[in-house]
Structure formats: C-alpha cells, structure tokens
C-alpha cells in the first residue's frame, strides 16, 4: 500500500493556466523528489529536496517550481501551462536514517498524468 | 553524468518461461535500485543492491560492481510480471540522486 499520494492522477487543461500537482508522503522521509516521464519510459529527475526549506532542480531543465514547507508535503507548480508541458509527472520520497551509507530506497507515488491542449 | 544502459529495449516470452534483464553504467556507483513499473504506470521498488547478490520470490539481482554491470533474474515468469523494468544508479558524489536507465519492456504471455 503506497504511502505518498499524488493528486490529481490525470489533469486537462489549457494553455496558459496554473497548475500545482500536488505531493504528500506519511513515512517522514527526509528527501523527496520530482521525475517526469516522457513517452518513451524514460525518468528524468526535474527536482528533488533533501528537507525542510531546500529545494534543487535536477539533470532536466524545467519551467515548474517546488517548494518544500512541511516534511510531508511537496508540491510542484506550473505558473502558465503550455503544451510541451504534457507528460507524466512522478513524486517519490526516500529516507537514509538508519540505513548503510547510500541506500535511499526510493518509494513512488502513482503518477500525476498532465495534458495541456 | 553517469550512464545507464539497460538491454534488451524489449522482451516477449511465455508464461512459465525465465530471462535475465541487464544493466550496465559507466562510473562507480554506491546506489543502484531495480524498480517494476506496471501497466497502470505505479513504479515498485523491487531492489537495493548496489553490490553482491540478493533474491525474492521469483525475482534475484547481482551487482558486479567492479564490473559495472547489474543482472535482474525472473523465473518462472506470470503475467502479473509485464510491465517496464527500471535500473537506477546514483550520479556524482550524491548517494541519492538517482540516474535512470531506459528501461526493458517485459510483455507475459498466457
């Protein structure tokens, strides 16, 4: 049973408006991230946090924002969604505490699927 | 950045058959996870193991690190077990910044 939630699951709308896809994870795991998926499978990381009040964007350029309030919450916003924009958006979270050096096993949430016509 | 290069692209079997998925990357990794995606798009971690050799149920890797190779094995393949097979290494010095590879499609036929 997955314990981050993404919502909404699949989004359509026009050009020009302001999204926020929304992230929350229940595990209080220290780092989150951003990945967008583009039709042919391949996961790009946009942005990623490693706690409370940090933010970095990843190896792929992107127009959205995150911000990184609450542990459990990390949403990301599109200011003025545009066509190019349409892809599959995933949040995923993971947690090092406890664990050997390097192992942060990442959990995923289902996917926020975005479509701008 | 690292490279991650995963083979084959695509793979057919039938139920009840085995097969092997690799993954190959190109600088030392201290991360490196295998992840399924089914057909409804939800990503599963199936693995951790940046090094040695671990099993569960139907499914065991082995990392040769020194190598830089990684092998995912299915046995006794269902259906169940379609879906996009994902490798995923760390890049740079960041033990959790994870590089993807492009994934093996994995078709089960009953």
């Known amino acids: 049973e997955a314990d981050i939630y993404q919502t909404p699951r699949y989004l359509v709308i026009g050009t020009g408006k302001k999204i926020t896809l929304e992230c929350s994870q229940t595990?209080?795991?220290?780092?989150m991230y951003w990945y967008q998926q583009d039709p042919g499978m391949e996961l790009h990381l946009i942005h990623y946090s490693y706690g409370v009040n940090s933010t970095e964007k990843g190896d792929l350029s992107s127009e959205s924002t995150v911000s990184r309030i609450r542990t459990e919450h990390f949403p990301l916003t599109l200011e003025s969604a545009r066509p190019s924009h349409t892809s599959q958006y995933l949040c995923?979270?993971?947690?090092?505490?406890?664990?050997?050096?390097?192992?942060?096993?990442?959990?995923f949430g289902a996917g926020s699927r975005l479509t701008v016509l | 950045g690292i490279q991650v290069e995963q083979s084959p692209p695509d793979l057919i079997l039938q139920e009840g058959a085995n097969s092997t998925l690799r993954c190959n990357f190109s600088d030392s990794v201290n991360n490196l996870q295998w992840f399924h995606q089914n057909p409804w798009g939800q990503l599963i971690n199936l693995f951790y193991i940046p090094s040695g050799t671990k099993q569960n149920g139907r499914l065991s890797a082995t990392t040769v690190a020194t190598e830089r190779y990684s092998l995912l094995y299915i046995s006794s393949s269902q259906t169940t077990d379609s879906g996009v097979y994902f490798c995923a290494v760390n890049s740079g010095g960041s033990n959790y910044k994870l590089t993807f590879g492009k994934g093996t499609l994995l078709t089960v036929n009953p």
């Open positions: 995923a979270s993971s947690e090092s505490a406890g664990r050997p050096s390097g192992a942060n096993v990442l959990t």
């Open positions: 595990m209080g795991h220290d780092k």
